[in-house]
């Protein structure tokens, strides 16, 4: 643990708890008392000074003597603030000036109070010690050429003088002349070999050049001397515990203790202790202590962020370095913890904005160097990758796990050969290393060598047999299609490791593939039963039950993960998606709203929020955690695009398009966006900037469709169908997709020509039947042009392939219910089952209820879609005719006249007939 810097000590010596004061002697003589004070001192028994001292101040308030010692107890234990008042008391009682004033200060300089320190001494003049001291409180305040003139001015004064020496060199650190700063010191310690200020300023510095036994002789040489100074013994136990002494640490941690059993230094020196111990919860309970005294404790804050990180607690961890960070730009360590964050979270760009700075800062820092490659590669920026871990391997070339990373980078970008060197040449500097092995065999195998990929298996296995290594054979048995062997790998990593979940999932795919997906069930069901806790395999459950078309129990299963695992972010985000498609929109954000609260800083967790806001209705939430989001993810071009929807929703059109814009600037070639501004663009007729999108695009891609397609929308929106046209079928003949075929089918309709519209689009469809969408968009044409029975046709395809599609079904419902086909009611019935609260559904659901004479079954539905969707005049309109012909003509009227309050609903002459008809 490097020392606390005077800043930092001021911070914490701020808050530092004070001592609880024991019952007085009467009758005894203060000058006695204070007597039997000073060799209490000299023992280092500060708790029995501090009774002395406050008996003689008991007896005599005013003995100046008294005031000053206790200070200077309370000064060596730590307790700023009691030593700082008794400095008061003392001068208010009129100690000499030169003995009060220099103590005073250097409490204050403690507390951070610089200015108040150079209002308290003489500007001008003044002995050394005052000069010193004002020189202190200007490199406090970054004034360090007025404090360097001090510190000669008090050098000529009195050669050799101590402050004034350690002064200057803690500016030679500031500028980093290391040497320079020992020269200073050690002439401070010849010309006063016990002071303990230049004892531990020399430990600082050799433990700063890795002499930590020397360093340690320094501290504990002040404590020789000074028995009850604190800060010597906390710097100790930071030695002791960076050295790996960590009995020694423990030792003098207890006897920092007795001095002060509160201290906060001795309270993070225990948490660091703890953290270096791998006992990471009691390591955050101490720094919770430090930090709800001294909220604003740098050190604690980089602790209590190390520790968060290693427990991937990555929102806390991100809190702590977040607030050290705005203190301390540009900490090293820091900044790793930082962009290890951002690694965990996919986030490798992030990473790679982050390592940036500080590898210009410390270009030779391997364990930089190191990550810098890996969030190159992540960023599939294989050759930068590859570059910097060459520099890494170079500065230190004994390390196999530098070794095996450059065959990765290598590997990323097609360099097989010298992968494989690499990756060979770290198996052989140690066949342990995580990655080499199983890189080494991805290699072969991307290369189609699988006997080499195989060969490289049995030598892993012969070095030593473990359930990575059988699951890493397996995938090669299967890539060379022996699926019985895989099977038997796989199962042997199971006999190692029963809850291996890789080869379980694997097993289980098998399982699946050999339609047996009950075999698969069954499988992490025992697994469970082994691990009834295990969330993952929860989630698996989850999976296979949704490929099963059983949407109850994969939700039932997620639920269980999540209480399982509450603080969770994976299975709880799932669920909360899940919640979404079945349109459980409450369930969604209830769900959504504690994942934020418990990850305030993750992104996932807000943009689940900000969609289940959406799914509810509730835009204004919604645009305001878009907002959150976009700002948390600066140079996101698709949190932009978030945020222009829920704007678009809100009809603010501006300001959508001001986001979209900025999407553009931060991602050029994003579809979305592109599409996004030519069709806001157009809504406002600004045709020529709508042009140089879709052109732009043209021109950035002229093998692709979409900037054609772009141009056609702009003349499909000014009545130019014939030269749209012409435009979507250069589109689609750069891209055969749905959206191109769809757009040729809406120009081809647009000029008439209905009939090879249908042809064009149903020619596609027999090359893409599986092209949900596209059929989809047909059949609601069809019915849009009252071409019921080949809307049905079309729905039947969609729900033959997809038993589950709720909106498929819904439609298909409606279409039949046109033909007066009796299997409508059915088809509705089956998609209120798998979605209940869509509203859309329930419509559909209670309408065809109420055409086929079952107003009483109807009602229930209709109220519940009409709840639901307010705004929708249809679902209002057929909820009052179910109250009407339930009876309830009051509560029919009502819903009616609000029907008439809304002038955009066309059906207003419908509704007074109505209402004037009773």
Same mark, same amino acid.
């Given at each position: 643990? %490097?020392?606390?810097?005077?800043?930092?000590?001021?911070?914490?010596?701020?808050?530092?708890?004070?001592?609880?004061?024991?019952?007085?002697?009467?009758?005894?003589?203060?000058?006695?008392?204070?007597?039997?004070?000073?060799?209490?001192?000299?023992?280092?028994?500060?708790?029995?000074?501090?009774?002395?001292?406050?008996?003689?101040?008991?007896?005599?308030?005013?003995?100046?003597?008294?005031?000053?010692?206790?200070?200077?107890?309370?000064?060596?234990?730590?307790?700023?603030?009691?030593?700082? *008042?008794?400095?008061?008391?003392?001068?208010?009682?009129?100690?000499?000036?030169?003995?009060?004033?220099?103590?005073?200060?250097? #409490?204050?300089?403690?507390?951070?109070?610089?200015?108040?320190?150079?209002?308290?001494?003489?500007?001008?003049?003044?002995? %050394?010690?005052?000069?010193?001291?004002?020189?202190?409180?200007?490199?406090?305040?970054?004034?360090?050429?007025?404090?360097?003139?001090?510190?000669?001015?008090?050098?000529?004064?009195?050669?050799?003088?101590?402050? /004034?020496?350690?002064?200057?060199?803690?500016? !030679?650190?500031?500028?980093?002349?290391?040497?320079?700063?020992?020269?200073?010191?050690?002439?401070?310690?010849?010309?006063?070999?016990?002071?303990?200020?230049?004892?531990?300023?020399?430990?600082?510095?050799?433990?700063?050049?890795?002499?930590?036994?020397?360093?340690?002789?320094?501290?504990?040489?002040?404590?020789?001397?000074?028995?009850?100074?604190?800060?010597?013994?906390?710097?100790?136990?930071?030695?002791?515990? +960076?050295?790996?002494?960590?009995?020694?640490?423990?030792?003098?941690?207890?006897?920092?203790? *007795?001095?002060?059993?509160?201290?906060?230094?001795?309270?993070?020196?225990?948490?660091?202790?703890?953290?270096?111990? *791998?006992?990471?919860?009691?390591?955050?309970?101490?720094?919770?202590?430090?930090?709800?005294?001294?909220?604003?404790?740098?050190?604690?804050?980089?602790?209590?962020?190390?520790?968060?990180?290693?427990?991937?607690?990555?929102?806390?961890?991100?809190?702590?370095?977040?607030?050290?960070?705005?203190? +301390?730009?540009?900490?090293?360590?820091?900044?790793?913890?930082?962009?290890?964050?951002?690694?965990?979270?996919?986030?490798?760009?992030?990473?790679?904005?982050?390592?940036?700075?500080?590898?210009?800062?410390?270009?030779?820092?391997?364990?930089?160097?190191?990550?810098?490659?890996?969030?190159?590669?992540?960023?599939?920026?294989? #050759?930068?990758?590859?570059?910097?871990?060459?520099?890494?391997?170079?500065?230190?070339?004994?390390?196999?796990?530098?070794?095996?990373?450059?065959?990765?980078?290598?590997?990323?970008?097609?360099?097989?050969?010298?992968?494989?060197? +690499?990756?060979?040449?770290?198996?052989?500097?140690?066949?342990?290393?995580?990655?080499?092995?199983?890189?080494?065999?991805?290699?072969?195998?991307?290369?189609?060598?699988?006997?080499?990929?195989?060969?490289?298996?049995?030598?892993?296995?012969?070095?030593?047999?473990?359930?990575?290594?059988?699951?890493? *054979?397996?995938?090669? =048995?299967?890539?060379?299609?022996?699926?019985?062997?895989?099977?038997? /790998?796989?199962?042997?990593?199971?006999?190692?490791?029963?809850?291996?979940?890789?080869?379980?999932?694997?097993?289980?795919?098998?399982?699946?593939?050999?339609?047996?997906?009950?075999?698969?069930?069954?499988?992490?069901?025992?697994?469970?039963? @082994?691990?009834?806790?295990?969330?993952?395999?929860? #989630?698996?459950?989850?999976?296979?039950?949704?490929?099963?078309?059983?949407?109850?129990?994969?939700?039932?299963?997620?639920? @269980?993960?999540?209480?399982?695992?509450?603080?969770?972010?994976?299975?709880?985000?799932?669920?909360?998606?899940?919640?979404?498609?079945?349109?459980?929109?409450?369930?969604?954000?209830?769900?959504?709203?504690?994942?934020?609260?418990?990850?305030?800083?993750?992104?996932?967790?807000?943009?689940?929020? !900000?969609?289940?806001?959406?799914?509810?209705?509730?835009?204004?939430?919604?645009?305001?955690?878009?907002?959150?989001?976009?700002?948390?993810?600066?140079?996101?071009?698709?949190?932009?695009?978030?945020?222009?929807?829920?704007?678009?929703?809100?009809?603010?059109?501006?300001?959508?398009? !001001?986001?979209?814009?900025?999407?553009?600037?931060?991602?050029?070639?994003?579809?979305?966006?592109?599409?996004?501004?030519?069709?806001?663009?157009?809504?406002?007729?600004?045709?020529? +900037?709508?042009?140089?999108?879709?052109?732009?695009?043209?021109? @950035?891609?002229?093998?692709? &469709?979409?900037?054609?397609?772009?141009?056609?929308?702009?003349?499909?929106?000014?009545?130019?169908?014939?030269?749209?046209?012409?435009?979507?079928?250069?589109?689609?003949?750069?891209?055969?997709?749905? %959206?191109?075929?769809?757009?040729?089918?809406?120009?081809?309709?647009?000029?008439?020509?209905?009939?090879?519209?249908?042809?064009?689009?149903?020619?596609?469809?027999?090359?893409?039947?599986?092209?949900?969408?596209?059929?989809?968009?047909?059949?609601?044409?069809?019915?849009?042009?009252?071409?019921?029975?080949?809307?049905?046709?079309?729905?039947? @395809?969609?729900?033959?392939?997809?038993?589950?599609?709720?909106?498929? =079904?819904?439609?298909?419902?409606?279409?039949?219910?046109?033909?007066?086909?009796?299997?409508?009611? /059915?088809?509705?019935?089956?998609?209120?089952?798998?979605?209940?609260?869509?509203?859309?559904?329930?419509?559909?659901? &209670?309408?065809?209820?109420?055409?086929?004479?079952? %107003?009483?079954?109807?009602?229930?539905?209709?109220?519940?879609?009409?709840? !639901?969707?307010?705004?929708?005049?249809?679902?209002?309109?057929?909820?009052?005719?179910?109250?009407?012909? #339930?009876?309830?003509?009051?509560?029919?009227?009502?819903?009616?006249?609000?029907?008439?309050?809304?002038?955009?609903?066309?059906?207003?002459?419908?509704?007074?007939?109505?209402?004037?008809?009773?």
């Amino acid at each position: 643990m %490097p020392p606390l810097p005077p800043s930092l000590r001021a911070a914490l010596a701020a808050a530092l708890i004070a001592s609880t004061l024991p019952a007085c002697k009467h009758g005894a003589d203060p000058d006695h008392l204070v007597a039997g004070a000073r060799e209490y001192q000299r023992k280092g028994e500060s708790k029995a000074a501090v009774i002395e001292l406050k008996n003689a101040l008991q007896h005599a308030p005013g003995h100046g003597a008294a005031r000053m010692l206790l200070g200077d107890v309370y000064l060596d234990s730590g307790d700023v603030l009691s030593a700082d *008042k008794e400095f008061r008391r003392a001068r208010e009682l009129g100690a000499p000036a030169a003995e009060a004033l220099p103590r005073l200060a250097r #409490t204050m300089l403690l507390q951070q109070q610089y200015e108040e320190t150079l209002a308290l001494m003489p500007a001008e003049g003044g002995a %050394p010690e005052l000069l010193a001291l004002r020189g202190y409180a200007l490199l406090g305040l970054h004034r360090r050429n007025e404090a360097a003139a001090l510190f000669e001015q008090a050098l000529s004064r009195q050669p050799g003088h101590v402050a /004034a020496l350690l002064g200057k060199a803690r500016l !030679a650190l500031q500028v980093q002349d290391a040497a320079q700063a020992h020269a200073h010191v050690d002439a401070a310690l010849a010309a006063r070999p016990v002071d303990p200020d230049a004892l531990r300023m020399k430990g600082d510095l050799l433990r700063m050049d890795g002499k930590l036994d020397q360093a340690l002789a320094r501290h504990l040489e002040i404590i020789k001397n000074l028995p009850g100074n604190l800060q010597a013994r906390v710097d100790a136990a930071g030695i002791q515990i +960076e050295a790996g002494r960590h009995a020694e640490a423990k030792a003098m941690l207890a006897a920092a203790r *007795k001095i002060a059993p509160g201290g906060l230094q001795v309270i993070y020196t225990q948490a660091l202790l703890n953290f270096r111990e *791998k006992n990471l919860h009691g390591a955050l309970e101490h720094l919770q202590l430090v930090l709800r005294a001294a909220p604003d404790h740098l050190p604690s804050l980089l602790l209590a962020g190390a520790v968060q990180y290693e427990l991937n607690n990555g929102a806390q961890a991100e809190q702590y370095l977040g607030r050290f960070l705005q203190a +301390e730009p540009g900490h090293l360590y820091a900044g790793k913890l930082m962009a290890g964050l951002a690694l965990r979270a996919g986030k490798a760009d992030e990473a790679i904005r982050l390592l940036a700075p500080l590898l210009e800062k410390h270009p030779d820092d391997v364990e930089l160097l190191a990550a810098a490659g890996d969030a190159h590669m992540r960023a599939r920026q294989f #050759t930068r990758a590859a570059e910097l871990l060459q520099r890494a391997t170079e500065l230190a070339p004994a390390k196999p796990a530098l070794r095996a990373a450059l065959g990765a980078s290598h590997l990323g970008k097609g360099d097989g050969p010298r992968a494989i060197a +690499e990756l060979e040449r770290a198996l052989g500097m140690d066949a342990a290393t995580p990655r080499a092995g199983p890189l080494l065999v991805l290699t072969h195998l991307r290369n189609g060598d699988h006997a080499k990929a195989l060969a490289a298996v049995r030598t892993l296995e012969a070095r030593g047999n473990n359930p990575a290594v059988q699951n890493l *054979k397996g995938g090669v =048995l299967l890539a060379q299609r022996d699926t019985e062997g895989a099977r038997k /790998a796989f199962e042997a990593a199971l006999a190692l490791e029963a809850g291996y979940l890789p080869a379980l999932q694997n097993l289980a795919q098998l399982d699946t593939l050999a339609r047996q997906p009950e075999r698969a069930r069954q499988r992490y069901e025992a697994a469970l039963a @082994r691990d009834p806790r295990n969330g993952v395999l929860m #989630t698996e459950l989850a999976r296979l039950a949704t490929a099963q078309g059983r949407p109850a129990e994969a939700m039932a299963w997620l639920e @269980r993960a999540s209480r399982q695992q509450p603080d969770a972010l994976a299975p709880s985000l799932l669920l909360a998606n899940y919640y979404l498609r079945a349109g459980e929109r409450q369930k969604a954000l209830t769900l959504a709203q504690k994942l934020h609260s418990a990850h305030p800083a993750s992104a996932e967790a807000l943009t689940v929020l !900000a969609e289940s806001q959406t799914a509810s209705g509730d835009h204004e939430a919604a645009l305001e955690s878009h907002a959150a989001l976009a700002a948390m993810q600066p140079e996101s071009a698709l949190a932009q695009m978030r945020l222009a929807g829920t704007l678009m929703g809100l009809n603010q059109r501006d300001e959508a398009l !001001a986001a979209v814009r900025k999407a553009l600037e931060l991602e050029p070639d994003l579809g979305v966006a592109q599409q996004t501004a030519v069709r806001l663009l157009t809504e406002r007729r600004a045709w020529l +900037e709508a042009l140089e999108v879709a052109r732009a695009a043209q021109r @950035r891609h002229p093998d692709a &469709g979409l900037g054609y397609k772009l141009e056609g929308e702009i003349l499909m929106a000014r009545g130019q169908a014939p030269q749209a046209l012409k435009l979507f079928e250069q589109a689609y003949g750069r891209e055969q997709s749905g %959206p191109m075929a769809i757009a040729v089918h809406r120009a081809l309709s647009a000029t008439g020509r209905s009939g090879d519209a249908a042809q064009r689009i149903r020619q596609y469809l027999e090359y893409h039947p599986r092209d949900t969408p596209t059929r989809l968009y047909l059949a609601s044409a069809l019915s849009q042009a009252r071409d019921y029975a080949g809307a049905v046709a079309q729905y039947e @395809r969609v729900v033959e392939a997809d038993p589950e599609h709720v909106v498929a =079904l819904n439609d298909l419902a409606w279409a039949s219910q046109q033909l007066k086909d009796k299997r409508a009611l /059915a088809y509705a019935e089956r998609a209120y089952r798998l979605a209940p609260s869509n509203p859309a559904v329930a419509d559909t659901l &209670g309408g065809i209820l109420l055409e086929q004479g079952q %107003p009483e079954r109807a009602l229930p539905m209709l109220k519940k879609a009409s709840d !639901a969707a307010p705004r929708v005049g249809d679902i209002r309109f057929r909820y009052a005719s179910a109250l009407m012909r #339930t009876g309830d003509r009051p509560a029919a009227r009502r819903q009616f006249e609000l029907l008439l309050a809304d002038r955009d609903f066309p059906r207003q002459d419908e509704v007074k007939a109505l209402l004037g008809g009773w």
